[in-house]
């Protein structure tokens, strides 16, 4: 069984910064793809933080990420924008079209703004929260690397297609962040490291039959041999596998249809990633008082949060609050790594030039062993 | 065992024209409300369409819906509106909201319109679809009578709260409509209606837990008793139950917190019904060149139509296809109404005083039984 290491998020700051300094990005862009990856860490997202490095890792080494590109702006109308990644960090160009998005939607009322040709940015969240930070109700999609199986298919043609967002309430912000498939990619890539079988109702056999078996399904995912994960809801429509796969759709229309960019079932092919974004900003005062709306909003989460619990429950959740408790017990704790993704973390120093026992000390040394897993990268 | 009658689509499109009409709708509203019931009928979706008069029966009755009611704006900005319905019939008020939302996405790129103090509006379909005949991306959004319990819960708390897009493609438009339950309400309904039991995995009973009794669990919601219908995703974090329920707070946003209306916990409360919907209309030129995104998401559409089938699975369906084929068809062989509808639709008639056998005939006796339905009121 795979065991964890519990590190401080200013040493893993710290790590990271260093890390993307020596790959040659500037100050305040290290700043921001550092920020980007321990938002996940300390919310508690696993999948998406620093066991995403290695894929970073690949894919400066593969060409994918072009350490020096300059998004830019192709097309541009007062509520609405298309920027061409050309072939960024996901990170960069996310910070970047977010940002513009807020831009319109404080003149217009809305921003919208779709991304091209560009690479994986983290999570979705990160970037809605840019919104909600600055008062607004933000969304954030991004498709991927086909995982996605549609209803009634047996080959991944939809990423894990998450939609996100957040927007102003007390005592914290609404913030929800999910991908439209049952789990994430990076949820089976745990469940591989962890020697684990899947969970039922997950994924698929290259056959499109349900499989609990993560080292064959990864290695299909990666081989297209065929399978994937399940639209949430499943397989069946009577659980509702269609919806699933629709709500990957609209997060695919805001990326790459938007975009003229590449859907999911094209990208990572001819040494591009092609992943595509999507942003969406929208001001609350053009509705009325966004004061009164912060509060309407805060009045129903509370309403949600203590309605009746089902029996054996002890409490019910609005999105955003187990991501503000996770904050404040990983800041004090350190956020728990993986051993198999310090291994990653300890050849990804090793590979940008600087020394993992300064930042890992005996850790550095107990990952060596040559067992790797398949599937990851 | 229930049975189905078939009855033309002209038929049901008179017989509902003269019913509004003698309600003291005008010619165009009358226009509208039967346009918006007939395109669930011919799209196949039978809980939406004559399955749903009786409720619009008996909110006029109530007086929860206002025949006379002058729907207002009350905010406009550039890019955004709200509306107070005061009360009427939702089907006018969407349509009035759908137009605003594409001529200011016409203009501006974007609209997006909120409508509080509603009633029922049909199918949220129908207002995306809007958008999309006239070359737009249309989304569209309702709450509803809470019957949602958000995960770990055993009340309901959100509306089946669908959320609905439209887009333009070749050889049919993308259209996407469905809620963000496990199934609608209406399905429980024609469950009810058909005394089968309901499959597992949809609704809870009164304390929380999974059941699959469609009368006991529909007399809860009446008597908000407690219980009501699963998230998609069911009722365990494991299957994204907390991704159902994420997605339905998405469609409250869009409808009454954005309103300052009433959320889907308060609906149908002092002789009030005060739903809430949203709307949203976007300029694909906006983007880039229409005509080019429009291909590209076609392209895209067959590609997911003609990917590998699952063992067992001769087809792929890309979605709004299953609605096109089934109005071919539903135009030629009629629309089945259950003998149970065709009951309500007969005493609709009898309350609006025209002669049901003008209509249905023989069938306007048949149903003539003192057995009456738990719950579909």
Redesign the interface.
């Known amino acids: 069984m795979a065991e964890y290491v519990y590190l401080p998020i200013p040493l893993l700051d710290d790590f990271c910064m260093t890390a993307f300094k020596k790959l040659g990005f500037k100050k305040n862009e290290c700043r921001i793809i550092t920020d980007v990856l321990l938002m996940s860490d300390k919310f508690g997202i696993e999948s998406h933080g620093m066991q995403r490095l290695v894929r970073y890792h690949k894919g400066i080494e593969k060409g994918l990420i072009d350490v020096k590109a300059k998004p830019e702006v192709v ?1 541009d ?4 924008a ?1 920027i061409d990644a050309h072939d960024s960090m996901g990170q960069l160009v996310g910070h970047k079209a977010m940002e513009l998005a807020i831009k319109k939607a404080k003149r ?3 921003g ?1 703004v ?1 991304v091209k040709n560009s690479n994986h940015f983290g999570i979705a969240g990160y970037y809605a929260k840019m919104a909600s930070d600055a008062g607004l ?1 933000g969304m954030a999609f991004t498709n991927s690397e086909a995982i996605m ?7 991944a ?1 939809l990423g894990s297609n998450p ?1 996100a ?1 957040a ?1 102003p309430a007390e005592p914290y912000d ?1 913030f ?1 962040d ?1 991908s ?1 498939t ?2 994430t990619r990076g949820k089976l890539e745990m469940y591989n490291k962890a020697e684990k079988p899947l ?1 039922e ?1 997950w994924a ?1 056999n290259k ?3 349900a499989s609990t078996d993560a080292p064959d399904v990864l290695s299909n995912i990666v081989a297209k041999n ?1 399978g994937g994960i399940m639209p ?4 069946t429509e ?3 596998s ?6 990957g ?2 997060c ?2 805001f990326c ?5 960019g590449t ?1 999911s ?1 094209y990208t990572m092919q001819n040494g591009k990633s092609g992943i595509c974004h999507g942003f969406i900003a ?1 001001d ?1 005062k ?3 008082n966004a004061g ?2 912060k509060e ?2 805060s009045s ?1 989460l509370r ?2 949060r203590n ?5 054996g ?1 002890p ?3 609005t ?1 955003g609050e187990k991501e503000v408790e996770n904050t404040a017990r990983i800041m004090k704790e350190g956020a728990p790594v993986n051993i198999n993704t310090l291994r990653e973390m300890v050849e990804f120093a090793n590979f940008v030039g600087i020394n993992p026992k300064k930042y890992f000390g005996e850790h550095a040394d107990a990952v060596k062993t040559d067992k790797m897993f398949a599937g990851n990268y």
């Open positions: 097309h109308c007062k509520t609405s298309v217009y009322g809305v919208i779709s109700l199986v549609p209803t009634f298919g047996k080959l043609m939609i967002i927007m609404f929800f999910a439209t049952v789990v969970p109702g698929l056959d499109g039959n065929g949430l809801g499943g397989n009577q659980l509702g269609h919806k699933g796969y629709g709500y759709m609209i695919e229309i790459s249809i938007l975009s003229m859907t079932n929208i609350p053009n509705f009325g009164a709306i309407h909003l129903y309403d949600l309605s009746p619990k089902a029996d429950q409490r019910i959740y999105h």
